[in-house]
């Protein structure tokens, strides 16, 4: 983690390390970062997301595997319709952890 930048550019930068067809969590960002107890921030970070083509916020759920009501770019069947483009299976909402879970 790069220290020298602010918290949104270190989600960001973990975001865009996240392979397509697989998922990571909010507080998985933020432990990562260094503070797991900032997942609602990493949350806020996405909401506001400066490059949507480039930062791929919908790769990110809850810790459950559940998609984003709020998402950002266009609510959670967009959500959804863009993990499935990529290969992820989504059900009620729902992404498998244990099988599309990336950990970094």
Not at 10 to 26: A, D, I
Not at 37 to 60: D, F, K, S
Not at 75 to 82: I, Y
């Amino acid at each position: 983690m790069d220290f020298n930048k602010n918290f949104f550019e270190n989600v960001y930068e973990l975001v865009k390390k996240v392979p397509k067809g697989k998922v990571v969590t909010y507080g998985e960002i933020a432990r990562e970062i260094g503070n797991k107890r900032m997942a609602r921030q990493v949350g806020w970070a996405l909401h506001v997301n400066p490059e949507p083509g480039v930062i791929p916020c919908h790769r990110v759920v809850n810790r459950f595997g559940k998609l984003s009501s709020a998402f950002a770019f266009g609510g959670v069947n967009r959500q959804a319709e863009l993990l499935r483009a990529e290969g992820v299976e989504v059900e009620d909402d729902m992404v498998d952890l244990k099988r599309y879970g990336y950990y970094f």
